[in-house]
C-alpha cells in the first residue's frame, strides 16, 4: 500500500520509522526546531494500526500519568510507534475538555467562557470515529453534531485554542507577540494525513499555528497544552520525555 504524501510531508532530517507511507516521525530544524510524527488516515481504517486515548490505569481510576506507566499496560503483540500529551488537565490529571475513550464520554464538552489558553475561544475536538477517520472541529459546530448524530466519536479530546480554522491563524494570535514556550498540538492535512508537533524551543502561538497552516499545510489544527506538560514518545528519533501529564493520545501498531 502506497500513498502520495509529497503535499505534506516535511522535509526528513532524521527518521528510522518503517513503512514511512503508513507513519513516521522525524527532527526538523527550520523554521524553528521541532518534532513530527505522521501518521496517513488510510492505515487507520484497517487492523494494523490505531489511534488511541490512554488516560487511567486498568481496573483502576489512578490516572497512567507517564509514558512508560502507558508501556507498561500494552499486550505482546501492540507496539507503541509514538505519542504525546494530548490536551490539558487539573491538578488531578483528569482531562478539563470533552473526551471520549473507547466509546464512552468521560469528560463532558466544555463551552465555557474562561481564563487561560484553554478557552482563547475559538478551542476545538480532534476526534475520529470507529472508521479511523480523524478530524478537528470547532467546540461549538461539534456540539451541533452531537446533537443531530453528525459527530458519533470512538475517541475524542478537547483543547485549547485552535490554531488554524480552515486554513486562517486564530484571529487572536498576534505575529509580533513576544510569548514564548514549547508547545504541542496535532492538525488534519489537506491530503488527509495528521501531524503531531511537539517543538523543541519556545515558539509564539502564531509561530507555531504557521507552521501548521504554511509549512505542513494542515487546514485545521489544535493546540493541545505547551510548557512543563509538552511531552512526546517517539523511539525512532530518540524522543522519549518523562513528564507526568493526563490523557495520551499514541498510535499502537498490532502484530498477529
Known amino acids: 500500500m502506497a500513498f502520495s504524501i509529497s503535499a505534506c510531508q516535511p522535509t526528513d532530517t532524521h527518521s528510522t520509522a518503517p513503512g514511512a507511507t503508513d507513519w513516521s516521525c522525524q527532527s526538523q530544524k527550520s523554521p524553528f ?5 505522521y501518521v496517513q488516515s488510510e492505515v487507520l481504517a484497517g487492523e494494523r494500526y490505531s489511534l488511541q486515548l490512554f488516560w487511567q490505569q486498568a481496573n483502576s481510576t489512578q ?9 507498561t ?7 507503541l510507534n509514538f505519542a504525546m500529551n494530548a490536551g490539558m488537565y487539573n491538578e488531578n490529571y483528569a482531562p478539563i475538555g470533552y473526551t471520549v ?6 469528560r463532558a464538552l466544555n463551552l465555557k467562557e474562561g481564563g487561560g489558553n484553554f478557552h482563547l475561544l475559538p478551542n476545538g475536538v480532534m476526534w475520529w470515529d470507529k472508521t479511523g477517520t480523524v478530524q478537528i472541529t470547532e467546540s461549538n459546530t461539534l456540539e451541533e453534531q452531537l446533537k443531530n448524530g453528525q459527530a458519533q466519536p470512538w475517541y475524542a ?3 485549547g485554542p485552535m490554531l488554524v480554522i480552515n ?14 514556550k514549547l508547545r ?17 524551543e519556545p515558539v509564539t502561538f502564531y509561530q507555531f499555528a504557521a507552521l501548521f497552516k504554511d509549512d505542513l499545510k494542515c487546514p485545521n489544527a489544535l493546540f493541545l497544552d505547551g ?3 509538552s511531552a512526546l514518545y517517539a523511539p525512532s528519533i530518540d524522543k522519549h520525555d518523562k513528564k507526568e501529564m493526563g490523557v495520551i493520545i499514541g498510535l499502537i501498531e498490532t502484530k498477529k
Not at 526546531?33 to 510524527?37: E, K, L, P, R
Not at 490516572?63 to 508501556?71: I, Q, V
Not at 499496560?73 to 507496539?79: D, I, S
Open 227 to 229: 510548557g512543563i506538560a
Open 157 to 159: 479530546t478537547q483543547s
Open 167 to 180: 486554513n486562517e491563524i486564530h484571529p487572536q494570535f498576534n505575529p509580533n507577540s513576544t510569548s514564548t
Open 33 to 37: 526546531a521541532y518534532s513530527v510524527c
Open 101 to 106: 475513550i473507547k466509546g464512552k464520554e468521560v
Open 63 to 71: 490516572p497512567l500519568l507517564s509514558f512508560d506507566n502507558l508501556l
Open 184 to 200: 504541542n498540538g496535532a492538525g488534519v492535512c489537506s491530503d488527509g494525513s495528521m501531524r503531531f508537533v511537539n517543538s523543541e
Open 73 to 79: 499496560t500494552l499486550p505482546a503483540e501492540q507496539t
